[in-house]
């Protein structure tokens, strides 16, 4: 599965159309951002998330975004399950992106 980039706009209607979502959200200035992109791409064609949404969020042009998932700090990841959003982490470390993702089977 590919990475969808999203913004304000389109946030609801990926959660409503699908159960299982994970959300990166990255600034264009952020280097550790730009360092985790091909983890993430890497990550969305993993088999073992074949049934997870991943969705790429610029944190700065997307405010309302940022604020359902509690970012304070980039690069941050969220997973949402059914809509609610479950547990947000800040970090660069593929490990930990994995072990959230986890949560969501």
């Known amino acids: 599965m590919e990475v969808i980039e999203v913004t304000d706009q389109?946030?609801?209607?990926?959660l409503s159309a699908n159960s299982k979502v994970v959300i990166k959200y990255y600034a264009d200035w952020c280097g550790s951002c730009k360092l985790f992109n091909p983890k993430f791409k890497r990550l969305?064609?993993?088999?073992?998330?074949?049934?997870?949404?991943?969705?790429?969020?610029?944190?700065?042009?997307?405010?309302?975004?940022?604020?359902?998932?509690?970012?304070?700090?980039?690069?941050?990841?969220?997973?949402?399950?059914?809509g609610e959003f479950k547990e947000s982490i800040f970090t660069s470390k593929e490990e930990a992106v994995v072990e959230l993702i986890e949560k969501l089977k």
């Open 10 to 14: 389109e946030l609801d209607a990926q």
């Open 44 to 82: 969305a064609k993993d088999e073992r998330f074949g049934d997870v949404t991943f969705l790429n969020i610029n944190a700065e042009h997307n405010p309302n975004a940022r604020a359902k998932g509690g970012v304070s700090n980039l690069p941050s990841f969220a997973i949402v399950e059914n």
